[in-house]
């Protein structure tokens, strides 16, 4: 019965790394390919952007019968051998049961293992049947380091590998059995930088059903992953598994485990997800950019859809912790609940609203010693309601939209007699209008405003925007214009009763000019001009002026 459902589930999908393979189902190639320059300039601080940047990128797709194939790059002078790559380069073909990529990819095997990552390498997958095969591997992350440059984020050369064997695509039924291995290059930076080479191997488990004709999902996947935080360490043998040879324990090293189970129901009327999340303390996976360990969560999100699909709404709930051995001086728990809703009450009228309340809990554990300390309790809460019209006169229409939110934290275990150091209240509003003419023209305004209260402080932001645009020759260009005008405030209460209050203020202006073209053969060009002006003793002086030309051609 499993088996039949998992070849049942694998069935017509893709893995997630061909990503850029051709799925058109006639011959030819069909794509883009253009030209960014930028030029920038500044007065007052210090630039924030290259002076002048190109960028080339351009992706191109084909399918025959039997052959699919594709590549796509993107090159940047933006480039610099102070941070990781931003240039992309990747081209893939497919051949009935056989895929392959190579060049930039972001291939996604599992929750905890590599999951959209960007690697710079090859993938093979085959997939005869049920039968799945993927063999990958490439750089990670390349070497950034200069013994002579200051640096935020020095990083060896790290190299990963995964393969994957099992039965059905991932986003069907499926059992996967998962192994990934990353290594640092140790003699890819100079000791100096003071960073250690890391090493991590991991071995998974992904298991997924899809039942009722795709309207129930189950999935469940479990990472074991041994790491080590410096391969420079002495071997050692304490408690840590050599991972099948593939790893070597060393002093510090340590074994981590992190699980996902999840549920997805469809149905017309709505749907339900719900997922469970345990990461054990200690826990990491070189092929995820980040990963919060010590932490279990739970999810649950129903929604609802009323009135032949004019109303939805819907909940979704949240509770987690940290201190999952019961090891540290104080476990942190957060709840959080978020309704929603959008209603469509006419032809012309629609609203949106929500309500959002997280509640941050700190409880101390018992301590051997005496502490100042205490339970740290926060509740914070969030209202919204933005309704929206949109009105059609023959061949013009109006568009109005507005929303309204106010935010405020309370500091649950403060002392009544204490000043609320931790609290504030927020209040933001804002509200656009557009309208379009037949003809080719539009107006669009805007406006918004912010209020921000704390013990000591009062923030406000006031902003207003005025724009139009007009097409010409058959539609074929268009001009437009946008002008904003924006003030930004700050009260400071002194800490001192018998100090004056302190307030400072700033004023920005900004013009942005915009004109397109698009040319019969397919291609179109486009050219922005903006500038902006601030001023005032909240932010320094300043201008910028930042132009860029676009061109692209779609084939």
Excluded at 157 to 170: D, H, I, N, P, T
Aim: aromatic content about 8%; charged content about 20%; glycine content about 10%.
């Amino acid at each position: 019965m499993l088996c039949a459902a998992l070849a049942l589930g694998s069935a017509g999908n893709r893995p997630a790394w061909a990503q850029g393979v051709g799925a058109e189902a006639a011959t030819g190639i069909s794509g883009h390919v253009g030209f960014t320059g930028e030029a920038y300039t500044a007065s007052g601080i210090s630039n924030r952007r290259d002076p002048a940047s190109v960028m080339l990128f351009g992706r191109a797709s084909s399918a025959s019968s039997a052959v699919q194939y594709g590549f796509q790059f993107l090159l940047a002078t933006e480039q610099s051998a102070t941070r990781q790559a931003m240039n992309r380069l990747s081209a893939n073909v497919a051949y009935r049961s056989v895929r392959i990529s190579a060049g930039d990819m972001s291939p996604v095997l599992s929750r905890f293992t590599i999951n959209g990552t960007t690697t710079r390498g090859g993938a093979l997958e085959i997939a005869p049947g049920p039968m799945v095969v993927t063999l990958m591997g490439g750089r990670l992350r390349r070497r950034v380091g200069d013994p002579s440059t200051e640096l935020l984020r020095p990083s060896f050369r790290e190299m990963l590998y995964a393969a994957r064997v099992g039965v059905g695509k991932s986003d069907g039924s499926h059992i996967h059995l998962i192994g990934l291995v990353a290594r640092d290059a140790a003699g890819s930076l100079d000791d100096s930088l003071n960073v250690s080479p890391r090493e991590n191997v991991s071995i998974t488990p992904d298991v997924g059903l899809v039942l009722w004709e795709d309207r129930l999902a189950l999935g469940a996947t479990y990472t074991l992953s041994a790491f080590s935080a410096d391969t420079r360490a002495s071997e050692s043998d304490a408690n840590v598994t050599s991972m099948l040879g593939f790893f070597t324990p060393r002093v510090g090293s340590r074994l981590g485990y992190a699980t996902d189970l999840h549920a997805h129901l469809r149905l017309p009327e709505g749907g339900v997800r719900m997922s469970y999340e345990r990461i054990q303390p200690g826990f990491r996976s070189l092929g995820i950019w980040q990963t919060r360990s010590d932490q279990a969560t739970f999810r649950l999100e129903p929604t609802l859809h009323l009135a032949d699909r004019t109303a939805h709404v819907g909940v979704r709930l949240a509770s987690s912790r940290n201190n999952l051995e019961g090891n540290r001086a104080a476990t942190l728990k957060r709840r959080s609940v978020y309704l929603f809703g959008n209603l469509k009450a006419s032809r012309v009228t629609t609203i949106t609203a929500a309500y959002s309340n997280f509640r941050t809990l700190n409880e101390l554990e018992d301590v051997p010693v005496s502490t100042d300390l205490s339970d740290q309790k926060n509740v914070a809460q969030m209202f919204m309601v933005g309704p929206a019209f949109t009105v059609i006169n023959g061949s013009t229409t109006h568009v109005i939209t507005t929303s309204a939110t106010y935010q405020f934290l309370r500091d649950k275990a403060a002392d009544p007699d204490s000043p609320p150091v931790a609290d504030f209240d927020n209040f933001t509003a804002t509200a656009a209008y557009a309208v379009a003419f037949s003809g080719g023209t539009s107006f669009n305004a805007s406006a918004g405003f912010l209020s921000s209260s704390t013990f000591t402080t009062d923030a406000g932001a006031l902003s207003l925007t005025i724009g139009a645009g007009q097409s010409f020759a058959s539609r074929r260009a268009r001009l437009g214009m946008t002008a904003g005008w924006s003030r930004n405030s700050l009260d400071v209460q002194p800490a001192i009763a018998e100090l004056s209050q302190l307030s400072l203020s700033s004023t920005q202006l900004s013009l942005k000019l915009v004109g397109s073209y698009r040319v019969p053969s397919g291609s179109i060009v486009r050219l922005s001009v903006r500038g902006l002006r601030s001023s005032g003793d909240l932010t320094p002086d300043f201008r910028e002026l930042r132009t860029v030309l676009k061109i692209e051609h779609r084939f």
